[in-house]
């Protein structure tokens, strides 16, 4: 295991090649048209609109109406991709960037990102199953397949009562991935790791929405010292007069996440219901989401010693609420003996105390016990005068807080050359000069500080001197808060054309002030925000999941099932699946080609090609077999000929995202000479691999 360390930050972004860019953009001109095609259909048709219903975030899998009133916006909009022109725009860093990739893309081994630092190791694939497989079996236990059924059937069940089973999907199954905690003792002779598991109920969106709002009424109605952010526990720490007189109390609850029972969080939803009603359905709900599988080598494994499944993981969709709703219950307990001294951030609680060392101890002993008899356990340090919380170090002495940084960590900041829309890099600077201003008690600890980060400002390209700006007082936005849809396309600085521009010239152009549409569709309620690309981060880990994919010895598949006397439809690949593949149909000297994509395999895709070819009923099944029925209603002699253009992975609620749909828009919109035949209005189309994966389709 060969430590790595980037010589820039992997947030960077670089840039994309012409056809990733373009599909991207198809991808979020198709989201953002959807949402225009709704909210013009509502418009018009104001009896259609639904009623007001709780939706938890989950979008309808509807496809919207065609809206007529809209078809010149659409065209104008596919012109625009079809038109987007690219320049190469040298840059070192860039090619840096890209060389680093390349080279990471052809090294067989994993790279695997640090916990809490900015580090990277390289792992031999046998190695990091290993470490998977000893962290799994810690804590984990194999389950079956039927306990995977058993899950989607109750939240089938739960997502019915909401009316919510035609939008939630089934339980995504996500490989477990580590990160290494490359900042504890004795890492290099035995590494430990974090275990994350992805894998998560939808359900869990529907726990969140409910848990935020009791944890809310719980310390509107208690004033706990429950912290979201470091501002709070600095405006916690300033009201404590004579500090010197006083000393810190700082513990760290271990392996909180995993170590909360089902005990307690009932313990705590019963607490929060003396503040705030509670149903039963809304229990019931938030007890679901916490039913956890994780998965390893495609296997389902189950928490021990815990029969119905009950876990709380990293990363889950209401993981972070489930440990606020405990972390106010435990407040609540430590509050009726101490005060309000103590607070917590998640499993970092601090507390300032005026008393003896022995009272400390004492102290120290009844939090300990506290904590014990909720099956939690602490490590907890008394009469200390200073502590770094969070990103702050506090010091009682002098009454001051400043910046803190974890020792291994590398300070390392966007590239100003990174592939990040202009706006995003004009803001860094800023953001850091103000963050820095914020957990800087002077203009003294602020210039202290500050050296270190401009020194990383610098050595990314920034030309920005960072100075103390003393902290604002925040004001309410009392600003009216308009409905407005935003269209985000990807921002590549290889791109010539001004998308922006174009586009609010096409919104113009379409919707004057004479359109009945101008009043929902102009540039108070219709704006743009680009969006970014894949970063290097994000890039690495898809790369560890090719790897991991890619077995050691791959069974070879079969590629064609046709008779050995019969020609092969697809040149020998006609059990080929996952393509956008191509049919060229020659009659005389005219050459027409038309684009399609299946997600099965090719076979069974020609023959409902040919079912349409010979039953006339089926004429209009396909562009394609309309103008074949043309050919023979005219006595005109054709050949097909069927090529395979590209291969790309379908829908899949692992990925939430439909490669195969969005390559088969690129062809028809981008490359217009391989799909002559097909209709350009199918940029909005729906995805037909969607829906499978449905609640409502649990058996």
Not at 284 to 294: E, S, W
Not at 471 to 479: A, G, M
Request: hydrophobic share 30%; net charge positive.
């Amino acid at each position: 295991m060969d430590r790595i360390s980037f010589e820039y930050s992997t947030k960077n972004i670089p840039t994309a090649s012409k056809s990733s860019y373009l599909k991207r953009l198809i991808e979020k001109t198709e989201l953002f048209m959807k949402r225009m095609r709704w909210k013009a259909h509502f418009f018009l048709n104001p009896k259609t609109t639904p009623t007001e219903q709780e939706t938890y975030g989950f979008n309808t899998r509807r496809s919207p109406p065609v809206v007529n009133k809209l078809k010149e916006f659409e065209k104008s909009m596919a012109s625009m991709i079809q038109s987007i022109e690219f320049e190469n725009i040298p840059n070192d860093f860039q090619s840096k960037l890209l060389q680093d990739l390349k080279a990471t893309k052809s090294d067989n081994k994993l790279t695997i990102k640090a916990d809490k630092t900015s580090n990277y190791y390289k792992m031999d694939r046998e190695k990091y199953n290993e470490l998977v497989n000893k962290n799994v079996t810690k804590t984990y236990k194999k389950a079956s397949k039927s306990e995977v059924l058993s899950m989607n059937r109750e939240a089938k069940q739960i997502a019915e009562n909401i009316k919510l089973s035609d939008r939630i999907e089934q339980l995504a199954e996500k490989e477990v991935f580590i990160t290494l905690k490359d900042h504890k003792p004795n890492f290099e002779n035995n590494p430990t790791c974090r275990l994350i598991s992805p894998t998560k109920s939808e359900i869990g969106q529907v726990s969140k929405v409910i848990l935020s709002k009791i944890v809310a009424s719980v310390v509107k109605s208690t004033g706990l010292n429950l912290w979201k952010s470091t501002r709070e526990v600095l405006q916690w720490y300033r009201q404590f007069p004579n500090k010197q007189e006083s000393s810190f109390i700082n513990f760290d609850i271990v392996d909180f996440y995993p170590s909360i029972t089902e005990e307690l969080l009932l313990k705590a939803i019963n607490f929060a219901s003396q503040y705030t009603e509670i149903q039963e359905c809304d229990k019931d709900v938030i007890i679901h989401a916490k039913r956890t599988l994780i998965f390893n080598a495609k296997e389902p494994w189950t928490k021990k010693g815990n029969e119905s499944g009950f876990d709380i993981t990293m990363g889950s969709f209401d993981g972070a609420e489930s440990c606020e709703l405990v972390v106010c219950y435990m407040l609540s307990l430590l509050q009726s003996k101490y005060g309000n001294c103590i607070g917590l951030y998640r499993d970092d609680g601090l507390g300032i105390y005026t008393g003896t060392p022995r009272e400390a101890e004492k102290m120290k002993k009844d939090i300990c016990k506290i904590f014990h008899d909720n099956d939690l356990r602490v490590t907890i340090e008394v009469n200390k005068k200073v502590v770094n919380f969070l990103d702050v170090t506090l010091n009682l002495n002098s009454g001051q807080h400043m910046p803190y940084m974890k020792p291994n960590n590398v300070l390392q900041y966007v590239n100003t050359k990174s592939n990040h829309p202009p706006a995003v890099i004009k803001n860094i600077p800023e953001g850091i000069n103000k963050r820095l201003s914020e957990i800087s008690s002077s203009e003294e600890v602020f210039n202290k500080a500050a050296p270190v980060y401009q020194k990383a400002l610098d050595a990314n390209g920034y030309n920005y001197k960072l100075r103390y700006e003393k902290p604002k007082l925040e004001t309410k936005d009392k600003s009216r808060k308009r409905n407005i849809i935003w269209y985000n396309p990807p921002y590549d600085r290889n791109v010539k054309s001004k998308i922006g521009k174009e586009f609010l010239k096409i919104l113009d152009k379409c919707f004057p002030a004479s359109n009945k549409l101008h009043k929902i569709f102009n540039r108070n309620t219709v704006k743009i925000s680009y969006s970014c690309m894949p970063n290097v981060k994000t890039i690495i880990e898809g790369n560890n999941k090719k790897i991991l994919r890619n077995s050691e010895d791959p069974i070879p598949e079969k590629k064609c099932s046709c008779p050995k006397n019969a020609t092969c439809p697809l040149d020998g690949e006609c059990l080929a699946s996952d393509i956008v593949y191509r049919a060229t149909v020659t009659c005389g000297n005219k050459v027409e080609t038309y684009v399609g994509l299946t997600a099965t395999s090719f076979k069974s895709r020609y023959a409902n090609h040919k079912a349409s070819f010979n039953i006339e009923s089926k004429r209009n099944a396909t562009e394609l077999s309309k103008h074949i029925w043309d050919l023979k209603d005219n006595n005109l002699d054709y050949a097909i000929k069927w090529s395979i253009l590209c291969r790309a992975p379908h829908y899949s609620n692992t990925t939430k995202r439909c490669n195969l749909c969005i390559a088969e828009k690129f062809f028809i919109l981008c490359k217009p000479e391989n799909a002559t035949l097909n209709k350009r209005n199918e940029l909005v189309s729906k995805c037909r691999h969607k829906d499978k994966f449905l609640l409502s389709n649990v058996a």
